[in-house]
């Protein structure tokens, strides 16, 4: 089966600089997204990982490496507006079709 | 048009009732999905529609029942469900099942 885990909690101050991880034991899949969900929301896809390397969009990076079945999403000039839950997820391709599947989930809390 | 809206927001049914969740996008998106998230727990996949056609059923039990009319609407009939069953319920919509999912704000089902 598919297993991307996250930490479940990590806090950082507004201002600063926060890495979160995602480890995963899946293969042949398409690529590795972000989502951000604050509490009662729908979650917003971020970003987008389709090979290995860094990709950034805004104050968001995205990173995915393969041989080491690792990603992160580092979050620069954190705000309070921050605070959310962050899922990576990956898409890959099962008999019936395409199966966009999530991480574990980290909270984000950014404190003053 | 940019968003997936769901309708109701809130719902509370007994465990004998008959009610539909709505779903319904204008952006074109041909794969349409339902998720199931507990709190704070990522999204479950339930089912994916492509092309108006079934194309995944995560061994949901029967008393979920999806149906898509249209390339714009999907719904999911719920039947004698159980207090177990109370969580938000996600639709996400993509141009095709390999891009990036644009969600809804969900329905959050109660069973009672």
């Known amino acids: 089966g598919q297993s991307l885990e996250q930490p479940s909690e990590v806090t950082a101050v507004e201002g600063a600089i926060v890495q979160i991880n995602c480890t995963y034991q899946t293969s042949g899949f398409y690529g590795l997204s972000w989502y951000q969900q604050h509490d009662g929301g729908a979650p917003t896809f971020l970003s987008y990982n389709a090979l290995d390397g860094l990709e950034e969009t805004g104050r968001f990076s995205s990173f995915l490496s393969r041989s080491d079945s690792y990603g992160y999403l580092l979050l620069q000039e954190l705000q309070m507006k921050d605070s959310a839950s962050y899922f990576c997820a990956v898409r890959f391709f099962t008999g019936g079709g395409n199966k966009l599947t999530f991480g574990t989930g980290t909270q984000l809390k950014v404190e003053l | 048009d940019t968003e997936v809206t769901q309708t109701p927001k809130h719902l509370v049914m007994g465990m004998t009732n008959k009610k539909s969740l709505k779903c319904e996008q204008h952006?074109?998106?041909?794969?349409m999905y339902w998720y199931k998230q507990k709190a704070k727990k990522p999204p479950e996949l339930m089912f994916v529609y492509s092309y108006e056609k079934l194309s995944i059923n995560e061994s949901v039990p029967s008393r979920f029942s999806p149906e898509c009319p249209n390339s714009s609407l999907l719904n999911l009939h719920l039947h004698a469900l159980q207090p177990e069953d109370s969580a938000l319920y996600l639709c996400?919509?993509?141009?095709?099942?390999?891009?990036?999912?644009?969600f809804g704000q969900g329905t959050r089902l109660t069973v009672v």
């Open positions: 952006m074109g998106h041909r794969a």
């Open positions: 996400a919509s993509s141009l095709t099942a390999n891009t990036e999912a644009f």
